[in-house]
């Protein structure tokens, strides 16, 4: 069934979204009277994080009020439907915590097609504090604004080769079995960082970088990313090759060293 909504009016609406949350989330940054608490799974929450999300969920409301909605701070509703918003209000807390400036709002839109299969169509990650904005939507290509310039498309590098290529992480956490492997691939790269969160995503979508990859990580973590890497020409999928987010890992490459990561890192079950 086709959605009643044009994706051109899916994709406005996401970046009317990410203005509504820039503004909430920069006029806490870097505040001193910032409130943070513990969440069950002992990662940390700030009142930014629950500001954002909530007025989000309220223009989600009166504009798209039968769609469902996975929000990372306050849950999910409705994602029976035919389409889903899936929100991290501010991905990278530590990170705005600190006062460190690679921290966003992802925003992504995933229909369910007819046959029971779902495919994310619009995605949206907005870093004000780095003056950055990245979107895509399905069959529209993947752009980026800086300082909120016009857009500018973008498109994943064509390096095919490990030794000539860029990894970027986020940590050494949670890798069991797989950080000697992942060790031995950043061994044989070009150049490592580990910039952690969404950046490395975007920078492989730039071409700026070939391979991300992080472990341990939700769907609201992953979505609008991924529709953005692919969007530009990259592949995105788990660290065992499953296409799409929501997996527990993602990893973002140019597509061209995409099966040479995954055999990088294949561990034997």
């Known amino acids: 069934m086709a959605s009643e909504y044009p994706r051109e009016a ?36 700030t009142d930014a994080d629950k500001a954002t999300e909530k007025a989000l969920r309220d223009i989600l409301a009166k504009e798209r009020p039968d769609d469902g909605l996975v929000g990372e701070e306050f849950g999910t509703s409705g994602t029976d439907a035919k389409r889903y918003w899936v929100i991290d209000p501010i991905d990278g807390t530590k990170n705005f915590m600190r006062g460190v400036p690679s921290w966003s709002t992802l925003i992504a839109l995933i229909e369910r097609k007819d046959d029971g299969t779902e495919q994310i169509i619009v995605g949206v990650v ?59 691939l950043l061994a044989s790269a070009n ?12 920078l492989v979508a730039e071409g700026a970088a070939e391979i991300a990859l992080e472990i341990g990580v ?22 065992d090759g499953v296409d799409g ?14 099966q040479h990561a995954l055999e ?6």
Do not use: C
Request: charged share 15%; glycine share 8%.
């Open 10 to 45: 899916d994709l406005a609406l996401a970046l009317v979204m990410a203005d509504a949350a820039d503004v909430i989330s920069m006029a806490r940054y870097q505040s001193q009277d910032l409130v943070v608490t513990t969440k069950p799974d002992n990662t940390p929450v």
């Open 126 to 184: 907005s870093a004000p504090a780095l003056f950055r904005r990245w979107h895509g939507a399905l069959g529209l290509g993947a752009y980026v604004s800086l300082n909120k310039s016009a857009p500018k498309k973008i498109h994943v590098s064509g390096i095919s080769s490990i030794s000539d290529a860029s990894v970027m992480y986020s940590d050494f956490n949670n890798w069991g079995e797989y950080l000697p492997k992942f060790e031995a």
């Open 191 to 202: 150049r490592t960082r580990g910039f952690g969160d969404f950046w490395p995503h975007m």
């Open 218 to 239: 939700a769907l609201w973590d992953m979505a609008a990313i991924s529709i953005i890497v692919t969007e530009a020409g990259g592949r995105f999928s788990s660290i």
């Open 245 to 258: 987010p929501g997996h527990g890992s993602g990893l973002s490459t140019n597509s061209a060293i995409h």
């Open 264 to 269: 990088a890192m294949r561990v034997k079950k």
